[in-house]
């Protein structure tokens, strides 16, 4: 079960454009109301939805089959939306944003903490990682962490955003990982889905180094898209006994999503968490990698 608190960015101007604030209420209204339909057809629970601000309760997969995180990313697209009108160049308020903290807890793990732990992602986190982007006016960051019955965690922080038009967008491709690997089809099995993800993760964090070499090597370059990158080919040789075509292809689609991530890294969209600490990070473009990967296993468990 996720808790999840959010907050868009305040859209209101000086008192002096009460016309404006006026409009701006209205819209949160609307907003709020809308969203509020929205979580329970998932099938969460709204405990408070004022305006930009929401706090509710989630499965990690939905009644449709979605999971969180594409739920997400689909409120924070909704808040965009209904802001858009509201927005003018030229100004602080040229884009809506909206930074969310989620918590995904142990069914029987305390409310109170798990409050707490959201209210920390959302703000010492989600609202201030922004540091290393040029246009650091713009938050619209979602920073997850999942705690297991066991007591281990992972989590990380990204950017929902694109950083150009028709680039990566690393959330989004993370949602169609789940998607097309995790969330849809029974062959091969859960299990099997399970193992290979297992194994990956073992390889990356056992041989870390080689494949932070690999990563850090691909993105000191351009991409030549006629040939493999150096990361694929260090998953090729460790997983090439991978028989059936399900995971040469899952093994392969991972490992572009980690030159993705790497490079993401690099200028400041993704980071993954500790499990100490809120907010301090791992300085490490493999760690950020490993933590989404992580908790892309833990949805798959959820499933089965």
Excluded at 237 to 263: C, H, K, L, P, W
Aim: aromatic share 12%; proline share 3%.
């Amino acid at each position: 079960m996720g808790l999840m608190l959010t907050e868009g960015l305040d859209l209101k101007e000086p008192e002096k454009q009460k016309e404006r604030q006026q409009l701006v209420t209205q819209h949160c209204i609307r907003f709020s109301e809308s969203v509020i339909k929205d979580i329970s057809a998932y099938g969460g629970f709204a405990i408070y939805a004022g305006g930009d601000d929401l706090l509710f309760m989630a499965p990690v997969i939905g009644k449709t089959g979605k999971s969180i995180f594409e739920f997400c990313d689909f409120i924070s697209s909704k808040y965009t939306e209904s802001f858009k009108d509201l927005c003018q160049e030229g100004t602080d308020y040229t884009k809506a944003s909206f930074s969310i903290g989620l918590s995904i807890n142990y069914y029987k793990y305390p409310l109170y903490e798990a409050m707490a732990d959201a209210r920390s992602l959302l703000f010492d986190v989600a609202k201030k990682y922004k540091e290393k982007r040029k246009d650091n006016s713009l938050k619209n960051n979602i920073a997850v962490r999942i705690r297991k019955a066991s007591g281990s965690s992972s989590g990380f922080v990204c950017w929902m955003n694109s950083p150009r038009p028709k680039s990566k967008n690393i959330f989004r491709d993370y949602i169609n990982l789940l998607n097309r690997y995790y969330l849809t089809g029974n062959s091969p099995s859960i299990h099997e889905k399970d193992q290979i993800m297992h194994s990956v993760l073992y390889h990356m964090e056992t041989i870390n180094e080689l494949f932070l070499t690999a990563l850090r090597s691909d993105n000191s370059k351009p991409v030549d898209p006629t040939r493999k990158s150096h990361t694929e080919n260090v998953f090729r040789n460790y997983f090439d006994n991978a028989d059936q075509i399900f995971g040469q292809n899952m093994v392969t689609e991972i490992a572009r999503f980690a030159v993705d991530v790497s490079s993401g890294y690099q200028h400041g969209f993704v980071q993954g968490l500790t499990s100490s600490e809120t907010g301090q990070s791992n300085n490490n473009e493999l760690y950020a990698l490993t933590s989404m990967l992580r908790t892309a296993k833990f949805v798959l468990e959820e499933r089965s």
